[in-house]
Every structure is written in structure tokens, then in C-alpha cells.
């Protein structure tokens, strides 16, 4: 079967730097989608990796190791509004389907 | 703003009866994908369309069917409700149906089955 895993919920302070991370096992990868989605909202999309290695957009950073099957997700100088679920999807080999994690909520602190 | 639309919003059905949910893409994205999102978790593929062809199916039983027309817009169909069916769905287009294309959600409908 396929599984990705993600904590739960994380909590940050205002200001700070905090990791959040994926590991996967499926059957195939092509690709690995990080999403951000507030309370009640859609998800929007934040970043797609494909190759091993960290891609940097503005405060938020992507790495993946595929030998691993594993991600995080950067996000530097927290802001309040950057309390949200954030969601790692894997799209395999020959597939068009996400599989999804369940996502992290993280917590924002002043 | 994605500039994709769902309708409606929210919806209240009752456990057996049938439901009709809405998507309008974003202009000239030819594929659509339809999500089932439970509280606390992440979205699950219930299938896609591509140029109104059904492109991929998740494991959803057939009660589930959609529908893509020329004008961007699609429906997902959901028979014979069951409790379980209540849930966040979305859908979200893309400019083709290869994985990596960044694929654009609507808002939602969320749906409660009583």
C-alpha cells in the first residue's frame, strides 16, 4: 500500500524557524507537492520537488531525498498567518492521482 | 484566489438521497480532479477528467460518477448517500493531466449527510 506519514500538529513561535516533515513509501514517485491550507479553505500549492536537494522560495524552503522517501518543509521568520495545516502529496510513476498525507497543523505563538 | 469555483458552498442531505456537486475551472485547464476531504485528513482521489473523459479513478465505489463539459465546468455525482459520504469536496483543474502540473483548488463544498 501507499503511506505518507506527517506529525500531527506542531507548535512555533512568532518569529521563528520550524521543520516540518514527510516520509513516504509508495509504489512509485515521481514527485513530491507540499500545500498549505487554512481552516475551512481549499489548499493552495507551495512547492514541487522532483529532484533530490533544497528549493528555496522566500521564506518557505522544500528539500527531498528520495533514497530516504523523505521531505520537510522550511518555513523561516513565522508569521501569525502561517498558522494553517501543511500537506505533502506524492504523485507516482505512470499516475495523475496525489496521494496526500493527513497534514501537520501547526500553531502559531505570539 | 485560483480561480476556481465551487457551488454550492454548503449542503445538507439526508442518508439515500442523491447529490449534484459543481466545479468551474480555471480558463483553458482541460484536466479536473475531485477530492473527498474527512475532518483531520488529507484529501483522497476520487477520480479525474480530461478533455471529458474520465482519466483515473480512486477507490470509490461507482455510486460516485462526474461529468466534464466543454466549457470548463464539471460535476460529481454521488448516489444512494451514506454517512460516511460527509465530507469537504473538493476539485481542482490543472493544464493537463500529467502529474506535475500544479493542480488548482476550488474552495469546497462541504457536505453532511444525516
Known amino acids: 500500500g501507499q503511506n505518507i506519514d506527517q506529525p500531527t500538529e506542531m507548535t512555533a513561535t512568532e518569529g521563528a524557524i520550524v521543520q516540518i516533515n514527510c516520509t513516504y513509501q509508495?509504489?512509485?514517485?515521481?514527485?513530491l507537492f507540499w500545500y498549505q491550507q487554512h481552516a475551512g479553505e481549499a489548499p493552495t500549492f507551495l512547492s514541487y520537488?522532483?529532484l533530490d536537494g533544497l528549493e528555496e522560495k522566500g521564506r518557505f524552503s522544500s528539500f527531498l531525498s528520495r533514497s530516504k522517501g523523505y521531505s520537510y518543509l522550511l518555513l523561516k521568520e513565522l508569521q501569525m498567518k502561517d498558522s494553517a495545516s501543511y500537506l505533502c502529496a506524492v504523485t507516482m510513476d505512470s499516475n495523475y492521482q496525489l496521494i496526500w498525507g493527513a497534514g501537520t497543523k501547526l500553531i502559531i505563538k505570539p | 484566489e485560483t480561480g476556481v469555483t465551487q457551488s454550492p458552498t454548503h449542503l445538507i442531505k439526508t442518508r439515500g438521497q442523491q447529490v449534484t456537486l459543481r466545479c468551474s475551472s480555471q480558463?483553458?485547464?482541460?484536466?479536473v480532479s475531485w477530492y473527498q476531504q474527512a475532518l483531520g485528513q488529507g484529501p483522497q482521489f476520487i477520480f479525474q477528467y480530461y478533455r471529458e473523459e474520465e482519466n483515473g479513478r480512486g477507490n470509490f465505489p461507482p455510486r460516485f460518477s462526474g461529468l466534464q463539459f466543454p466549457n470548463y465546468s464539471s460535476e460529481l455525482n454521488v448516489n444512494a448517500l451514506e454517512l460516511d459520504d460527509s465530507a469537504l469536496y473538493l476539485c481542482?483543474?490543472?493544464?493537463?493531466?500529467?502529474?506535475?502540473?500544479?493542480?488548482?483548488f476550488g474552495p469546497g463544498t462541504r457536505l453532511l449527510v444525516l
Open positions: 520537488n522532483v
Open positions: 509508495t509504489s512509485g514517485f515521481n514527485g
Open positions: 481542482a483543474s490543472s493544464l493537463a493531466s500529467v502529474t506535475q502540473e500544479t493542480q488548482y
Open positions: 480558463s483553458g485547464h482541460n484536466t
